[in-house]
Protein backbone atom coordinates (compact mmCIF):
# COMPACT_ATOMS: atom_id res chain seq x y z
CA UNK A 1 0.00 0.00 0.00
CA UNK A 2 1.71 3.12 -0.96
CA UNK A 3 0.39 7.12 -0.50
CA UNK A 4 0.33 9.54 -3.01
CA UNK A 5 0.20 13.11 -2.33
CA UNK A 6 1.15 16.84 -4.06
CA UNK A 7 0.89 20.34 -2.76
CA UNK A 8 3.50 22.61 -5.15
CA UNK A 9 3.20 22.29 -8.91
CA UNK A 10 1.35 20.82 -11.79
CA UNK A 11 -0.15 18.74 -8.30
CA UNK A 12 -2.19 16.14 -10.68
CA UNK A 13 0.83 15.80 -12.99
CA UNK A 14 2.86 15.02 -10.29
CA UNK A 15 0.86 12.76 -8.47
CA UNK A 16 0.13 10.97 -11.77
CA UNK A 17 3.79 10.59 -12.76
CA UNK A 18 4.45 8.72 -9.86
CA UNK A 19 1.45 6.58 -10.15
CA UNK A 20 2.92 5.99 -13.70
CA UNK A 21 6.37 5.65 -12.50
CA UNK A 22 4.84 2.63 -9.88
CA UNK A 23 2.92 0.80 -12.86
CA UNK A 24 5.76 1.01 -15.26
CA UNK A 25 8.12 -0.66 -12.77
CA UNK A 26 9.31 -4.51 -13.46
CA UNK A 27 8.35 -5.94 -10.23
CA UNK A 28 5.11 -3.59 -9.50
CA UNK A 29 1.70 -4.67 -9.86
CA UNK A 30 -0.95 -2.04 -9.24
CA UNK A 31 -3.98 -3.51 -8.43
CA UNK A 32 -6.30 -0.90 -7.56
CA UNK A 33 -6.43 3.10 -7.20
CA UNK A 34 -8.22 5.44 -4.44
CA UNK A 35 -10.21 8.36 -5.44
CA UNK A 36 -7.90 11.60 -5.80
CA UNK A 37 -9.14 13.72 -3.19
CA UNK A 38 -8.02 17.32 -2.45
CA UNK A 39 -6.82 17.29 1.47
CA UNK A 40 -6.11 20.27 3.79
CA UNK A 41 -2.51 20.35 5.15
CA UNK A 42 -1.83 18.81 8.22
CA UNK A 43 0.98 19.62 10.47
CA UNK A 44 4.61 21.99 9.13
CA UNK A 45 4.83 25.13 8.47
CA UNK A 46 1.60 27.82 8.29
CA UNK A 47 0.30 28.68 4.79
CA UNK A 48 0.76 25.91 2.84
CA UNK A 49 -1.62 25.01 -0.28
CA UNK A 50 -4.29 22.00 -0.26
CA UNK A 51 -2.71 18.96 -0.91
CA UNK A 52 -3.96 16.06 -3.69
CA UNK A 53 -4.11 12.63 -2.40
CA UNK A 54 -4.49 9.24 -3.39
CA UNK A 55 -3.14 5.75 -2.42
CA UNK A 56 -2.95 2.56 -4.69
CA UNK A 57 -2.40 -1.27 -3.72
CA UNK A 58 0.35 -3.42 -5.50
CA UNK A 59 1.42 -6.91 -5.71
CA UNK A 60 5.73 -6.37 -5.95
CA UNK A 61 8.44 -8.59 -5.60
CA UNK A 62 10.61 -5.55 -4.56
CA UNK A 63 11.79 -5.84 -0.80
CA UNK A 64 10.72 -3.16 1.31
CA UNK A 65 14.26 -1.33 1.56
CA UNK A 66 14.02 -1.94 -2.04
CA UNK A 67 10.30 -0.15 -2.83
CA UNK A 68 11.29 2.95 -0.23
CA UNK A 69 14.28 3.57 -2.47
CA UNK A 70 12.53 3.85 -5.52
CA UNK A 71 9.88 5.74 -3.71
CA UNK A 72 12.75 7.71 -2.72
CA UNK A 73 14.05 8.20 -6.17
CA UNK A 74 10.81 9.15 -8.27
CA UNK A 75 10.41 11.88 -5.55
CA UNK A 76 13.65 13.42 -6.51
CA UNK A 77 12.68 12.98 -9.74
CA UNK A 78 10.15 15.32 -9.53
CA UNK A 79 12.04 17.57 -7.87
CA UNK A 80 11.02 16.99 -4.37
CA UNK A 81 13.27 18.78 -1.59
CA UNK A 82 13.20 17.71 1.92
CA UNK A 83 13.93 21.32 3.73
CA UNK A 84 11.30 21.53 5.91
CA UNK A 85 10.16 18.94 8.21
CA UNK A 86 6.58 18.21 6.55
CA UNK A 87 6.74 21.18 4.52
CA UNK A 88 5.18 21.32 1.34
CA UNK A 89 6.32 18.86 -1.62
CA UNK A 90 6.08 18.25 -5.27
CA UNK A 91 5.37 15.02 -4.85
CA UNK A 92 5.73 12.72 -1.07
CA UNK A 93 5.43 8.99 -1.77
CA UNK A 94 4.60 6.38 1.46
CA UNK A 95 4.97 3.48 1.83
CA UNK A 96 2.15 2.56 4.22
CA UNK A 97 2.15 -1.34 4.67
CA UNK A 98 4.09 -4.31 3.05
CA UNK A 99 2.14 -7.25 3.60
CA UNK A 100 2.79 -8.37 6.85
CA UNK A 101 5.73 -7.09 7.52
CA UNK A 102 6.54 -4.98 10.63
CA UNK A 103 9.72 -2.69 11.01
CA UNK A 104 11.47 0.08 12.57
CA UNK A 105 9.75 1.45 15.70
CA UNK A 106 8.20 5.17 16.09
CA UNK A 107 11.06 6.93 16.08
CA UNK A 108 12.05 8.88 13.33
CA UNK A 109 15.51 8.13 12.57
CA UNK A 110 14.73 4.68 11.56
CA UNK A 111 14.71 4.91 7.66
CA UNK A 112 11.85 1.87 7.02
CA UNK A 113 9.01 1.82 9.31
CA UNK A 114 6.62 -0.21 7.93
CA UNK A 115 3.74 -0.28 8.66
CA UNK A 116 3.81 4.05 8.85
CA UNK A 117 3.68 4.62 11.79
CA UNK A 118 1.45 7.51 11.69
CA UNK A 119 -0.95 6.16 9.18
CA UNK A 120 -3.80 5.16 11.06
CA UNK A 121 -4.01 9.31 12.84
CA UNK A 122 -4.41 10.89 9.52
CA UNK A 123 -7.49 10.77 7.64
CA UNK A 124 -6.36 12.12 4.25
CA UNK A 125 -4.23 8.72 4.40
CA UNK A 126 -6.73 6.38 5.76
CA UNK A 127 -9.53 7.61 3.81
CA UNK A 128 -7.96 6.88 0.39
CA UNK A 129 -6.61 3.65 1.68
CA UNK A 130 -10.08 2.63 3.08
CA UNK A 131 -11.08 3.07 -1.06
CA UNK A 132 -8.87 0.27 -2.35
CA UNK A 133 -8.43 -2.19 0.80
CA UNK A 134 -10.94 -1.11 3.90
CA UNK A 135 -10.82 -4.99 4.93
CA UNK A 136 -7.00 -5.19 5.15
CA UNK A 137 -5.66 -5.52 8.46
CA UNK A 138 -2.76 -3.07 10.48
CA UNK A 139 -0.31 -5.41 10.54
CA UNK A 140 0.98 -4.00 14.04
CA UNK A 141 -2.24 -3.08 15.67
CA UNK A 142 -4.54 -5.61 14.09
CA UNK A 143 -7.08 -3.93 12.98
CA UNK A 144 -8.79 -3.63 9.69
CA UNK A 145 -8.25 -0.28 7.84
CA UNK A 146 -12.10 0.65 8.09
CA UNK A 147 -12.16 0.04 12.17
CA UNK A 148 -9.13 2.67 12.11
CA UNK A 149 -10.62 4.96 10.43
CA UNK A 150 -13.68 5.09 12.05
CA UNK A 151 -11.81 6.12 15.54
CA UNK A 152 -10.69 9.48 13.10
CA UNK A 153 -12.55 12.90 13.77
CA UNK A 154 -13.78 14.00 10.72
CA UNK A 155 -13.18 18.07 10.37
CA UNK A 156 -15.16 19.90 8.24
CA UNK A 157 -13.45 20.93 4.91
CA UNK A 158 -10.60 18.36 5.99
CA UNK A 159 -11.03 16.24 2.68
CA UNK A 160 -12.53 16.75 -0.64
CA UNK A 161 -13.76 13.98 -2.89
CA UNK A 162 -12.32 14.67 -6.60
CA UNK A 163 -12.58 11.98 -9.38
CA UNK A 164 -12.17 8.49 -9.38
CA UNK A 165 -10.33 8.61 -12.60
CA UNK A 166 -7.54 10.67 -12.04
CA UNK A 167 -5.21 8.72 -13.39
CA UNK A 168 -6.66 9.85 -16.93
CA UNK A 169 -8.86 12.22 -16.95
CA UNK A 170 -8.26 15.94 -17.52
CA UNK A 171 -8.00 18.00 -14.53
CA UNK A 172 -9.81 18.26 -11.94
Same mark, same amino acid.
Given at each position: ?7 ? $? ?7 ? *? =? ?6 ? *? ?12 ? !?? $? *?????? !?? @? ?16 ? @? ?32 ? $? ?27 ? =?????? !??? $? ?12 ? !? *? ?12 ? =??
Amino acid at each position: MIALGSNL $GDRLENVRA *G =ATRLRDTD *GIDVVAFSTLYETA !PV $G *GPDNQG !PY @LNAALTADTTLAADDLLA @LLHQIEADRERQRLVHWGPRTLDLDLLVHGDLVT $GTDDATDSLQVPHPRMHERRFVMVPVCDV =APDLVH !PRL $GRTMRDLLADLPVE !P *GDLTALTDNWQTET =AP
